[in-house]
């Protein structure tokens, strides 16, 4: 594993919001207006520190999809703070939004790769909506990183003709591409056998290790617990415990 700053830090003791990529204080959230109206998160308190890997697990219906969209400013927080990357998200405009999701890398359960695209394709999308890099330097990033799990011979394969496994780590280099300082994934092993599953999470763990970033997981497969650095749980909406 590459030492980074992030790691020796995490390593000792340190002060809440200090180098902290995740800062949740009192967090609320309801869906729905009126009679109809449903609180779903109550009181949520969470510090994850740069270049954790931090796994969520918990029941059912807990919350843990909808506290992961909100720190993934895929919906607005409403009562009390979410802060990523010291950006507070309560309050936060649009354009505030869409600049975090930009530092943000997605994966989920079901890979959401384009299926008129190549894995290449699929991953060098990772890259384009930075608008920073020339065609050719997004090209050699996607087919590096594509190479790096394990893909170097299967570019120009569309997601059909990638088994489970080969389409979740083209959606975890497409993820990763960029560098994000955070990365969300929610199930990312839930369509794939133990096998597939372990080699997946194996590869987001060392990919995240070497570039430093930070990984909240959402999992309900107890296989894959031990590549954390601390497992909370949710349950009926309130984060009881973390373990680490
Ligand atoms: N858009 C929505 N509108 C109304 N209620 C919702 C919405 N999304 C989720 N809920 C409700 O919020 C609660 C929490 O759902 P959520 O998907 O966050 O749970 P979860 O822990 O991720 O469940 P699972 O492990 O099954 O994915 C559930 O009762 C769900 O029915």
């Known amino acids: 594993m590459i030492m980074n700053s992030a790691n020796i830090i995490n390593a000792g003791i340190s002060e809440p919001g200090k180098n902290s990529v995740i800062v949740i204080t009192s967090l609320n959230h309801d869906f729905g207006h009126g009679n109809l109206k449903k609180q779903v998160l109550f009181d949520i308190n969470l510090d994850i520190k740069s270049g954790e890997i931090v796994i969520m697990t918990g029941p059912s219906g807990s919350g843990k999809t909808t506290l992961l969209t909100l720190v993934g400013a895929l919906r607005s927080p409403q009562f009390g703070s979410l802060k990523i990357l010291n950006q507070e998200l309560c309050g936060a405009k649009d354009n505030q939004l869409v600049m975090i999701r930009r530092k943000i890398g997605y994966i989920f359960q079901a890979h959401n790769l384009h299926r008129s695209l190549t894995a290449l394709q699929n991953v060098r999308m990772g890259l ?117």
Do not use: W
């Open 128 to 244: 384009e909506m930075h608008g920073t890099f020339s065609p050719e330097e997004m090209h050699h990033h996607a087919a590096e990183i594509l190479t790096e799990v394990g893909l170097g011979d299967r570019l120009n394969y569309y997601p059909e003709d990638l088994s489970g496994g080969q389409k979740q780590r083209v959606a975890i280099a497409r993820a990763l591409v960029s560098h994000p300082p955070l990365v969300l994934a929610d199930e990312p092993t839930a369509a794939l056998d133990s096998k597939s599953g372990r080699e997946v999470v194996n590869l987001m763990q060392k990919l995240a290790k070497e570039q430093g970033c930070t990984i909240l997981l959402v999992t309900h497969d107890n296989r894959i617990l031990d590549i954390a650095d601390r497992i909370v749980t949710m349950e009926d909406g309130k984060l009881t415990s973390s373990l680490r």
